[in-house]
């Protein structure tokens, strides 16, 4: 899919994960660069969309996960990073289930119950 409007649903959804309160929210986050997301992929993280710049490299990507190409300036818009990079990726965040505990007491650490 080639998108090139800011205005797009997906474009907006990606840039809102430049907030805190978004990314909490959807429990997504970002990864940027081909090298990361090379990794990710390699290591079979749960990933929802990969962005590619448009001129890109390829990476090898399963069919099955959407892929969004956009041109250079768009990347820029979508990216934290001072250049644009060639590859992003939303990842969704696996839930954390089982609670944090303290190695010294072996306590669990967490917000305190009044």
Same mark, same amino acid.
């Given at each position: ?10 474009? &907006? ?6 907030? &805190? &309160?978004?990314?909490? $929210?959807?429990?997504?986050? #970002?990864?940027?660069? %081909?090298?990361?997301?090379? =990794?990710?992929? $390699?290591?079979?993280? /749960?990933? +929802?969309?990969?962005? %590619?710049? +448009? ?9 099955? #996960?959407?892929?969004? =190409?956009? /041109? =250079?300036?768009?990347? +820029? ?7 644009? /990079? +060639? ?7 696996? !839930?954390? *289930? !089982? /609670?944090?505990?303290?190695?010294? *007491?072996? &306590? $669990? ?6």
């Amino acid at each position: 899919m080639y998108l090139s409007s800011r205005s797009n649903p997906h474009i &907006k959804y990606i840039r809102s994960l430049h907030q &805190k &309160k978004a990314r909490d $929210q959807h429990n997504r986050f #970002l990864i940027e660069g %081909r090298s990361l997301v090379a =990794e990710a992929l $390699q290591m079979c993280w /749960p990933l +929802e969309l990969i962005v %590619r710049r +448009e001129g890109a490299s390829a990476l090898d990507l399963p069919a099955s #996960l959407l892929q969004i =190409e956009v /041109p =250079e300036t768009l990347m +820029e818009f979508l990216s934290t990073l001072s250049s644009a /990079p +060639e590859y992003l990726a939303v990842v969704i965040h696996a !839930a954390v *289930t !089982a /609670p944090e505990l303290d190695i010294v *007491t072996g &306590k $669990q650490i967490g917000r305190a119950h009044v």
